[in-house]
């Protein structure tokens, strides 16, 4: 994946098409939501479970509708006097997929084998390589390479390095025939990345600390200049016992991050190699008489000229927690975190010095010979003209959980019950600017620029609040139950449809613990049947989507206003529903626990099922006069199925200083499909009984026979047979 991109996690399939389809978990870090794991430095971390079902979920609000990953930090044990760890590992790496292409021979022909099914012109920005004279040049450049002069120049495998391109034989005037190394001339096969942690815990007295460092660099897979990510992360957990009935702590988690990579106006992805054949990069370069290299219009010579670019972000997280022993099994718990991010992009986009080799106009010597140097062009491959854009954004968010636990035992009776609230808050700025007009291609400053081209900003804010409860009940641990609720607010919609409740509840029956089946435990050490239901809102819809908002255009009335200078207008306000309320996702869950060899081998197996009511759609078209698209209502509904299978075995040597060994295997399966899609928009792509993921294509019966024809027509066309279908239309 992409350098900058952080970690997505997606828990039993897609959860609602709506906000481009986001069905992302909510992630918990001890104890405190974040925006996702890409934060953390994966050395710090303890422990990582995953809660999937709703009654599992439910405690944790309207983000958890789709999942919940919780993480634990490390922390320092009571018993632990300081420690001192240093680690670090090195590594190097290479794709896992690279373009292979037979001889450049090869390639022509079937190249043109396909033109002229297709009855296309054999041409490639003019260069005409159906050609006899060409095929010649291409056969020659083989022979060449295949030769003791080919091995001197570097080819192995009739493929050719990175040099210095020659002409009348890599190139004339009527193309390419050199064969080149695409996957070895691009992609670097030993990418290295370097990591490094420093940690320091222990207690005094009654007070536990935890403190690191940890630095990661990591390096994009392109040989021509590649991307670069360096990330510094520092945490600190500290907690303390200040009496036996109250303890405080401390949490302090920091982040920042560079990602330094090359503004590429053009092709510059790993995938746009697999676009051309192995000759039409042309992957070699040219050069003057005076000694200067110049690269062609493609992944190499666009990657050179590119502009130094960066993203940088800082994320801030710091807060503190108390629990209080009320009284035997009474607690309170409260926590309050704080985050600030905030992030810097700078592009710069430089004009490219390279040569145009997506055309053939050959060059002349002092004689009149054609020597095809290609003139370099100074102009941009997209645009011709050069930029810095300036990005800027900032985000701060609140958060603060408290809540009552008790937790009491009699007669073989276990009660476990909570209840709390919660209470969340965020906002955020964006600040875009647009330069053009470099005065000096080595200083790309706004202010070195000779115009401001624009400018854009956006500002947000939300926030939800909740209250919640829930009761564990079980008699000597044989038959459990849980209940509970949660009644959510989300600023995401209009107040009257703010507030919604939310119940859950599951069953579970450990037949191990029965007494019949004691005598059985020596083979079956767990035997635990279960089920679920649970209801969760999802206020993840999308931004603005109950408010009538105008979209501004500046300089945009070209009628009004005089020489350069025109008048900004407001857009339409967009149409809404004022009925618009929260999607509810309604989760039933089946399943079944074994356990053998004392616990150390597991097998689960889950069914479940998951319904997306009220899933936001489009509406019903209206007519042109209107002047607007019709609002999005909650009118859609998804439903997923799946099952899961996993086994999971851990063992520990004792005779060999504790070794663990494990092992785990899982496999799964589902499917989502839509069950209602209320919309008369035949052109978008959702319908009711979509299966989310499936591929249309067309299908073919089978191969003709002559029994399929009964002659042909003037034109010798051949003639069907009575109930053979007409194929004229497919012809083409």
């Known amino acids: 994946g992409d350098l900058d ?21 909510l992630y918990i870090v001890d104890g405190v939501p974040v925006e996702n794991l890409g934060y953390l430095n994966s050395n710090d971390i303890e422990s990582i479970s995953v809660l999937k079902d709703a009654s599992s979920t439910a405690i944790y609000g309207t983000r958890a509708a789709f999942g919940v990953v919780l993480v634990t930090t490390k ?22 997929a690279y373009p292979e292409y037979s001889s450049v021979v090869d390639q022509i022909g079937a190249l043109n084998e396909v033109d002229k099914q297709m009855e296309t012109t054999p041409d490639l920005f003019g260069m005409a390589y159906n050609t006899k004279e060409y095929i010649d040049k291409a056969q020659a450049w083989l022979d060449w390479a295949n030769s003791p002069e080919g091995a001197a120049a570097g080819i192995k495998n009739g493929k050719s390095p990175y040099r210095e391109m020659i002409y009348g034989l890599d190139y004339d005037k009527d193309g390419w025939y050199a064969d080149w190394d695409v996957a070895g001339i691009l992609f ?20 536990n600390y935890y403190m690191s460092l940890g630095y990661n660099h990591q390096q994009g897979l392109m040989n021509f200049n590649p991307d670069k990510m360096d990330k510094l992360n520092a945490t600190v957990n500290l907690s303390t016992k200040v009496t036996k009935w109250l303890e405080v702590g401390a949490r302090f988690n920091m982040q920042h991050r560079t990602y330094s990579y090359p503004e590429v106006r053009g092709q510059g992805t790993y995938q746009y190699a697999w676009r051309w054949g192995s000759f039409f990069g042309p992957w070699g370069y040219f050069q003057d008489d005076e000694g200067i290299q110049y690269d062609g219009r493609n992944m190499i010579g666009l990657r050179k000229e590119a502009g130094d670019s960066y993203k940088k972000r800082m994320n801030l997280r710091a807060g503190g927690f108390i629990k209080l022993n009320l009284a035997k099994g009474l607690t309170f718990n409260g926590d309050y975190t704080y985050t600030y991010r905030t992030g810097r992009t700078k592009a710069v986009g430089q004009k490219a010095n390279i040569v145009n080799t997506w055309g053939f106009q050959g060059a002349e010597d002092k004689d009149g010979n054609v020597l095809y140097r290609f003139t370099p062009v100074t102009s941009g491959v997209s645009t011709d003209y050069d930029y810095v854009d300036i990005t ?45 007009g470099m005065q000096d291609p080595n200083l790309p400053e706004p202010q070195l620029c000779a115009e401001h081209k624009s400018y854009s900003q956006s500002h947000s804010h939300g926030g939800s609040a909740g209250v919640f409860g829930r009761i564990n009940y079980d008699y000597k641990g044989i038959y459990l139950i849980e209940l509970s609720g949660r009644y959510d607010g989300s600023s995401k919609f209009p107040s009257h449809t703010q507030w919604a409740f939310f119940p859950s509840g599951s069953l579970g029956y450990r037949i191990s613990e029965e007494g019949y089946f004691q005598e059985a435990k020596e083979y079956v050490s767990n035997l635990k049947l279960r089920a679920s239901y649970g209801v969760i809102g999802n206020q993840e819809i999308g931004a603005n989507m109950f408010l009538e908002t105008m979209s501004k255009t500046t300089n945009g009335v070209n009628w009004l206003g005089t020489g350069s200078s025109k008048y900004d207008y407001f857009g339409q306000p967009k149409m809404v529903d004022p009925s618009l309320t929260w999607e509810s996702i309604a989760t ?114 089978r191969y003709f026979t002559k029994d399929d024809f009964v002659g042909t027509d003037e034109n010798g066309h051949p003639i069907y047979a009575d109930g053979v279908a007409d194929q004229t239309a497919l012809e083409s």
């Open 188 to 207: 670097n096969n030993a990418t290295p990345s370097q990591n490094h942690n420093l940690s320091v815990s222990g207690n005094s007295g009654k007070t």
């Open 75 to 96: 922390t320092a044990k009571t018993a632990e006097k300081v420690s001192v760890t240093y680690n670090n590992n090195f590594a190097w790496s290479r794709a896992t």
């Open 5 to 25: 991109a952080d970690p997505t996690v997606v828990i039993r399939g897609i959860g609602t098409l709506s906000n481009g389809a986001t069905s992302t978990p």
């Open 392 to 436: 800027n954004t900032y985000y701060t968010n609140h958060v603060a959980n408290m809540y009552l636990n008790y937790n009491g035992s009699w007669s073989g009776h276990n009660l476990n019950v909570m209840v709390g609230a919660n209470i969340d808050k965020s906002e955020y700025e964006s600040y875009y600017n647009e330069y053009r």
């Open 588 to 701: 039933t869950n089946i399943g079944i626990d074994l356990g053998f060899l004392n616990n150390e081998l597991n097998v689960n197996f889950d069914w479940y099922q998951r319904t997306t009511n009220g899933m936001l759609a489009e509406g019903q078209r209206l007519p042109q006069v209107v002047g607007a698209t019709a609002a999005k209502e909650n009118a859609g509904s998804l439903r997923t199925r799946g099952w899961e299978f996993n086994i999971d075995w851990r063992h520990t040597f004792r005779d060999a200083d504790n070794l663990t060994v494990h092992a785990n295997f899982n496999l799964g399966d589902y499917k989502s499909v839509v069950t209602k899609w209320d919309s008369d928009d035949f052109t978008n792509t959702t319908y009711e009984g979509k299966e989310y993921g499936e591929i249309w294509g067309f299908q073919t019966d």
